[in-house]
C-alpha cells in the first residue's frame, strides 16, 4: 500500500501545483490550435491527477511512518 499512498501524495500535489503552468499560456495567449492544445493538454492532467490525489491525507502519511 505504500505505492499506492505515494501516487495519492503525488497525484494530489501534481494536481494542487499545476494550474501555475497555465499562467505562461493565458500570458502569451492562445492564438493557435498548438496553444490551445496545451492548454487542453494541461487541463487533462491536471484532472487526472486531482483525480488520483483525491484521498490524499497528509496525517496519513505521518502516522505511517511511525514505529
Do not use: E, K
Not at 34 to 49: K, Q
Request: glycine share 12%.
Amino acid at each position: 500500500m505504500h505505492l499506492g499512498s505515494t501516487l495519492t501524495g503525488v497525484g494530489f500535489w501534481l494536481g494542487t501545483l499545476l494550474p501555475v503552468a497555465y499562467l505562461p499560456v493565458f500570458i502569451s495567449g492562445i492564438d493557435s490550435l498548438t496553444r490551445l492544445g496545451l492548454l487542453f493538454g494541461l487541463v487533462t492532467v491536471n484532472v487526472l491527477a486531482l483525480a488520483v490525489g483525491q484521498d490524499y491525507s497528509p496525517d496519513c502519511d505521518r502516522t505511517q511512518n511511525r514505529v
